[in-house]
C-alpha cells in the first residue's frame, strides 16, 4: 500500500470527527462510570461469595 493514501485517509477521517458538546460528553462519561462501577461491584460480589467458601480465596 502507499503511504501517501493511507496519510490522506487518515486526515479524512480527522476533518469529519468533531468534538462532542459537553451534553454527549458528560453522558458518555456517566455511562462509563456506571459501567465501571458494575463491573467492580460484581468483582466485589464474587469475591464476598468466594470468601465465604472453604478455600476459595
Do not use: C, H
Not at 14 to 26: G, H, V, Y
Amino acid at each position: 500500500m502507499d503511504v501517501k493514501y493511507d496519510l490522506t485517509s487518515y486526515v479524512r477521517v480527522l476533518k469529519l470527527a468533531s468534538t462532542p458538546s459537553w451534553n454527549e460528553f458528560s453522558q458518555i462519561a456517566k455511562i462509563a462510570g456506571a459501567g465501571i462501577f458494575l463491573v467492580g461491584l460484581l468483582g466485589f460480589m464474587i469475591f464476598a461469595v468466594m470468601s465465604f467458601i472453604p478455600g476459595g480465596v
